[in-house]
């Protein structure tokens, strides 16, 4: 019985750790998609809707469920309340998983398919993903991109 209930205690104190680990993936992919989203001036509801699609078939951050909502709308009001607020916000949501190479590719690579979602980069979204390749030390040219 004491092996069963710290067995289901330690179940739930490494599901929260690997959501304490992952939420800077999380918030870094969720702003960057909303960047390039808003990067004609408007984020339309089918940008959005596949933002939320990329983001819950991702297996590292299928466990925070509703949060992302929340994140996405969090981020699109920041954006929609001061661009220029928002968009530092998110650049520094950006700038806290450029330390791990894994995470800096994740994140620019969702990126650039919301970026290619309606089968072009247009020049403001090659704009952004230019600010934040520099950001995490990635080149375009690296990822088929023509900068």
Same mark, same amino acid.
């Given at each position: 019985m004491l092996g069963k209930l710290f067995g289901k205690k330690f179940g739930k104190? $490494?599901? %929260?750790?690997? $959501?304490? %680990?992952?939420?800077?993936?999380?918030?870094?992919?969720v702003g960057g998609c909303i960047l390039v989203a808003a990067a004609d001036g408007e984020i339309e509801k089918t940008e959005l809707d596949k933002i939320d699609q990329l983001i819950r078939s991702n297996k590292n951050l299928d466990h925070f469920g509703s949060e992302i909502t929340a994140t996405l709308g969090r981020f699109t009001e920041q954006l929609n309340a001061g661009f220029r607020v928002g968009r530092m916000n998110i650049m520094r949501e950006i700038e806290d998983i450029k330390s791990?190479?894994?995470?800096?590719?994740?994140v620019f690579v969702n990126m650039i398919t919301i970026a290619e979602a309606d089968g072009e980069i247009e020049a403001g979204e090659l704009k952004v993903l230019s600010e934040v390749g520099r950001l995490l030390g990635l080149r375009l040219a690296d990822f088929g991109i023509e900068g």
């Amino acid at each position: 019985m004491l092996g069963k209930l710290f067995g289901k205690k330690f179940g739930k104190a $490494k599901a %929260e750790l690997k $959501k304490v %680990e992952n939420r800077d993936l999380m918030e870094a992919i969720v702003g960057g998609c909303i960047l390039v989203a808003a990067a004609d001036g408007e984020i339309e509801k089918t940008e959005l809707d596949k933002i939320d699609q990329l983001i819950r078939s991702n297996k590292n951050l299928d466990h925070f469920g509703s949060e992302i909502t929340a994140t996405l709308g969090r981020f699109t009001e920041q954006l929609n309340a001061g661009f220029r607020v928002g968009r530092m916000n998110i650049m520094r949501e950006i700038e806290d998983i450029k330390s791990n190479p894994l995470d800096a590719e994740e994140v620019f690579v969702n990126m650039i398919t919301i970026a290619e979602a309606d089968g072009e980069i247009e020049a403001g979204e090659l704009k952004v993903l230019s600010e934040v390749g520099r950001l995490l030390g990635l080149r375009l040219a690296d990822f088929g991109i023509e900068g």
